[in-house]
């Protein structure tokens, strides 16, 4: 019986991950292709709750949903080409303060704005419940947002590796100065990657705000362990963000039905475990840069 | 004048701030808690801004020695100030050598990221180990202690201290970076390799100055070294120096680590109480037992006469001994016939446990003035005498 | 000879000089505030309160509820003909908190202290109080600690400790047989409060032949609960019991009513904010409260309309507790004419009545110093009663029933190890 509540725990874990990944991978890929930090992704997360929040008082939950990561993604464009823009250049450690900085006004304003008593949210009363498969439960809503994550993941991924966008997206990951003596101008695919990117973090926001406090300093909670999951898959590699975000997810898991007070601090030890033996990230490139 | 100038605006600039903190409306405990944290900056500037090394791990080793301090004043040294405050720089500086020791290995972002997750890291234990730290409630009911007859009660009074503790602590730092340790700082931070050509050991100063930012200079580095070329456990010869050209190398570092974790591992198990400390007394005199009887047997196996001489195939033959008596008691200190060990150097590839029968051949064959049998003692008292007797007699010629 | 050497004794310049006196005088003038504040008239009442944190929206609603009180007694001429100066600070954590509260008694004048939500800010606030012998009126924190192990005589506690929260919530549970002969699993907050609570609903239970078959410590951070959650699913319980504090309540209760797990939840702690961040269909189970808006008194329904007109909604219990809490306070200082800390302890220790607004009046009790009061289950209306997003709770009748004592509810002395 034990082996099978363990069981449990990770396959809960991996649902966990599911979710993770969504907030990461927005992270992981405006690392990649503009090799910038970016620690104010918690802060799109946490407007991307708060928006679909105002939306749905007065289209619905599923609106909410689907408009808040496009209003963010504006957000986003003005982002980027007003304030990332000029670190694609300069020392990694200057767009980690500055992204920072960012991060910690947007979580005031929210508070300013919205108040700093935590907002109710619901989802619909039909996606809530528990889908029982023999010994196994899960909640409905999280497979829904599994199946969500799928299908972002999937898009991405389509996006990356079979269109033409991709193939000039990952030329200039790995040669930005070949591409541009092919006479191909990089910046409006820098936008557009910071825009989805930001993105799918609001768009997380938006699904996660129905189970969890909506309030302002929800994006410094999530912010470290996205942070956690990029850097433990690799800055720069697609599936090992994938692959870290369900490690992540299930070693919390495991870590709690063990040993309960350790749970939050299992990440951390993850992360110090792979950045000592193999800084690159589970299957991240090595960047040079970052040396 | 304007050589001593951060100390002179240093002073002016303790010297008003409860002023300043007064005008504003807050206290002269603010006052004190803003030097604090000058102190702790400046630790950080030595890392950030002399030798380019960025840290987001600073608020940890604040926070690790301020329970270091108050977790020892609780158990140990109830009342005290300068016990707690002197145990405290002692665990930061061993923790942050130790960790230095492996965040150190990577440079730039990843070492920033490191120190990100181990700042994290400290956090999340401190907040969940309540029964050592308070978690949420922290550690109350801490006192002030006080250098007779001044209390430090008296809110001024600590400032007082405080400002005088700030001040030499800035003195010191100053004298750090004008010092040639602090230029070989700045060279690190403007070009790391061309220090590395000028022959610095940037390792060592990097991992010096990680400490230095969390409390005091401590350089263990230079016990190591030696530790490695002439302490190691089965040197046998003391007059034996291991080539320090090859180290230190992974293989070496594996071992060090490897070593580093067993031993803390049975440590840390005595001191959980899932072992008993007798028991790591008896393993441990088990192994010091075991290591003597084997270099005992190694004295008396080998005759380590022949180092710097060239030699015969003779007097290569006799260089080994054998033990021939007390069959029955020499199996316990040389089970299956390793006593034989003269025959086993001249047929190597003869399995132990036909050296009896040969030995028993060979001397039925053997003529009577053949170099094999001056290699059989009786036993293995003798066998050792012999070995020593014969190192004093070498010694003596090797002193004419 | 002489003459030239005296000229040439060196000495700082005219300038210098001059720059060194008036730096001197105006240091002089910083150093004594009491010459740069002007002496005012006021009674000046140190306040402190979580106003960042997981406490942090209920110290919002404390600083509104104290503000309209503070109001209301200034417009009315004060206290003994001087007005009111309430000095409210966030105490953020108990270290902070110690700080601010030593520094507003040395420094900012304040005669007294009132205030705080958090339990280990209370502890700390309250040794700050006992050491410079002034009065500090506890007026959010629950822990029973406070009132027991740790009292002192300088500190009166207005809200209703653990023990009241866990007795009212549990005659409703009794009542509805949900205790005798069941087995509960608890989710804890880990921190003073939270064991605090665990302790009293684990001595309640057993008294009553319950029992306990599990209890998971949550660190204060936690926001996914869906491993605790597949654990009590394991287990099996009875009833779910949750021992969490500020919005990781609310946390809890969404995620249960998102997986839907069927076992019946009984809270001992939940405050009104929290159980509205909820939301409408995610709350169920039995609460307890010390107050809620729509009490039908007379004073409660004044001070809900006087609330929803200045901020648009109604308030919180801390609202409504921080606001009693000055009136008592102006009240004593008005009764013994001074605001000396030996003659107010004196007079509340008498026994004194209080309006609370509630149907009873309340007292505090000279051994423990705790207000004595009525409390309140409440439970969640049926779907689609509810007329807004504030009114989904259904509250029960008061608690003890009129021609009970109010000390029924209340620590017996052998709970209570209070020694002052």
């Known amino acids: ?291 | 004048m304007t050589k001593h100038r951060p100390l002179w605006i240093g002073l002016a600039a303790l010297v008003l701030l409860p002023f300043v903190m007064r005008a504003l409306g807050l206290s002269t405990n603010t006052a004190s808690q803003i030097v604090c944290l000058a102190i702790a900056a400046l630790g950080l500037n030595m890392l950030v801004g002399f030798t380019g090394l960025t840290s987001f791990g600073q608020s940890a080793w604040f926070g690790i020695g301020a329970y270091a301090a108050a977790i020892s004043q609780k158990h140990w040294f109830a009342g005290q100030l300068a016990a707690p405050i002197l145990f405290s720089i002692a665990f930061v500086a061993v923790l942050s050598c130790l960790v230095g020791l492996l965040i150190l290995r990577r440079r730039g972002v990843y070492f920033a990221l490191l120190t990100l997750a181990f700042a994290a890291l400290t956090y999340a234990v401190a907040f969940r180990w309540t029964e050592l730290t308070g978690g949420e409630d922290g550690l109350g009911g801490l006192s002030r202690g006080g250098f007779s007859p001044v209390p430090l009660d008296n809110g001024n009074v600590y400032y007082a201290v405080l400002a005088l503790v700030a001040l030499g602590v800035l003195y010191a730092l100053l004298r750090v970076t004008r010092s040639p340790f602090g230029h070989v700082l700045v060279a690190i931070r403007e070009n790391q390799q061309r220090a590395t050509f000028q022959g610095y050991d940037v390792d060592r100063y990097r991992l010096a100055v990680f400490v230095l930012s969390a409390v005091v200079p401590w350089l263990p580095v230079a016990v190591r070294a030696p530790l490695y070329a002439r302490w190691s456990s089965f040197a046998l010869n003391p007059k034996y120096v291991r080539p320090i050209a090859l180290w230190p190398r992974r293989k070496t570092l594996v071992e060090e680590y490897g070593c580093f974790c067993y031993t803390a591992g049975f440590v840390v198990l005595s001191l959980r109480g899932y072992l008993p400390w007798r028991a790591l007394a008896v393993w441990y005199a088990m192994m010091s037992a075991f290591l003597v009887l084997h270099f005992a047997r190694a004295i008396v196996n080998h005759g380590y006469g022949r180092f710097h001489h060239t030699t015969t195939l003779e007097a290569m033959v006799a260089d080994a001994r054998n033990v021939t008596g007390h069959p029955v008691l020499s199996e316990l200190w040389a089970p299956l016939a390793v006593r034989y060990h003269a025959l086993h150097h001249l047929f190597p590839r003869l399995p132990y446990h036909s050296l009896p029968a040969a030995h028993v051949r060979l001397l039925k064959a053997l003529p009577a003035d053949h170099v094999y049998r001056t290699t059989n003692n009786p036993s293995f008292v003798s066998a050792l005498n012999r070995a020593l007797a014969h190192r004093r007699r070498e010694a003596r010629q090797e002193a004419r | 000879m002489i003459d030239k050497k005296a000229e040439r004794v060196s000495g700082p310049s005219a300038g210098r000089r001059q720059l060194l006196q008036g730096g001197v005088a105006g240091a002089l003038a910083l150093a004594f505030p009491a010459i740069v504040r002007s002496q005012s008239d006021k009674i000046k009442i140190g306040h402190l309160t979580p106003l960042t944190g997981f406490l942090g929206a209920l110290g919002e609603y404390a600083v509104m509820g104290i503000k309209i009180a503070t109001e209301e007694i200034n417009k009315a001429g004060g206290v003994m003909g001087r007005q009111l100066d309430v000095m409210t600070e966030d105490s953020v954590n108990p270290a902070t908190a110690s700080t601010k509260a030593q520094r507003m008694l040395d420094q900012d004048g304040a005669t007294v202290l009132m205030g705080e939500i958090n339990s280990a800010s209370a502890k700390t606030i309250m040794q700050v109080a006992a050491r410079n012998k002034r009065l500090f009126l506890q007026v959010g924190a629950r822990s029973d600690v406070l009132r027991g192990a740790d009292c002192n005589r300088y500190t009166f506690h207005v809200d209703i400790p653990v023990t009241v929260m866990v007795n009212a919530a549990g005659q409703a549970l009794l009542r509805d047989g949900l205790v005798k002969g069941k087995r509960y699993f608890s989710l804890t907050a880990d921190y003073l409060f939270g064991h605090d609570l665990a302790k009293g609903v684990k001595n309640f239970f057993t008294a009553n032949g319950g029992s306990q078959i599990g209890d998971e410590l949550i660190a204060t951070d936690v926001t996914d609960f869906s491993p605790y959650l597949l654990k009590i699913r394991q287990a099996r319980p009875d009833v779910v019991a949750s021992n969490l504090a500020g919005n990781q309540v609310t946390n809890f209760v969404k995620q249960y009513a998102e997986f839907g797990l069927s076992y019946p939840i009984a809270g001992f702690n939940l405050n009104t904010a929290d159980a509205w961040a909820a939301g409408d269909g995610n709350l169920a189970g039995i609460w307890p409260t010390v107050w809620h808006h729509e009490l039908d008194t007379p004073g409660s329904k004044a001070f809900v309309a006087e609330f929803r007109r200045r901020y648009g909604k109604p308030p919180e219990n801390h609202a409504w507790i921080e606001y009693v809490s000055l009136k008592i306070m102006a009240q004593a200082m008005n009764a013994t004419k001074s605001t000396d800390t030996e003659k107010l302890i004196a007079y509340f220790e008498s026994q004194a009545e209080f309006d609370i607004l509630k149907a009873r009046k309340g007292y505090f009790r000279s051994w423990d110093h705790q207000l004595m009061q009525e409390a309140y289950p409440f439970t969640v209306k049926p779907k689609g009663q509810a007329k807004d997003k504030w009114d989904f709770l259904q509250f029960g009748t008061a608690v003890p029933a009129p021609n009970q004592p109010l000390e029924l509810i209340a620590t017996t002395k052998e709970q209570n190890t209070c020694k002052m």
């Open chain 1, 1 to 291: 019986m034990q082996v099978f509540f363990l069981l449990e725990q990770v396959v809960n874990g991996l649902v966990l991950g599911g979710y993770y990944l969504l907030i990461a991978l927005g992270l992981s890929l405006i690392f990649s292709v503009g090799g910038v930090v970016n620690l104010a992704h918690g802060a799109f997360y946490a407007l991307g709750a708060y928006i679909s929040l105002e939306i749905a008082k007065v289209l619905g939950f599923g609106a909410g949903a689907a408009l808040s990561p496009i209003a963010v993604a504006l957000l986003g464009m003005l982002f980027e080409r007003f304030l990332l823009r000029r670190f694609y250049a300069a020392d990694p450690i200057l767009s980690l303060l500055v992204t920072f900085g960012l991060a910690l006004i947007v979580e005031q304003a929210i508070r300013m704005i919205w108040g700093a008593a935590p907002l109710p949210a619901s989802m619909p009363a039909g996606l809530k419940g528990p889908v029982i498969l023999g010994e196994f439960m899960f909640s409905r809503y999280r497979l829904l947002l599994l199946a969500v994550v799928a299908v972002v993941l999937a898009g991405i991924w389509f996006l990356i590796h079979r269109t033409s966008f991709g193939r000039v997206v990952r030329a200039g990951i790995q040669r930005p100065d070949m591409v541009a003596a092919l006479g191909i101008r990089l910046q409006p695919y820098m936008t557009t990657i910071v825009m989805l990117g930001v993105g799918m973090a609001a768009l997380g926001g938006a699904l996660f705000a129905p189970i969890t406090v909506v309030h302002p300093a929800m994006g410094a909670e999530i912010i470290i362990v996205a942070f956690v999951v990029v850097v433990i898959g690799g800055l720069g590699s697609f599936w090992g963000v994938v692959l870290a975000a369900f490690l992540v997810g299930v070693v919390r898991g495991v870590t709690i039905h063990f040993v309960p007070a350790a749970g939050e601090a299992s990440m951390y030890v993850l992360m110090f475990l792979v950045l000592m033996f193999r800084p690159r990230g589970l299957l991240g490139e090595r960047i040079e840069k970052f040396e």
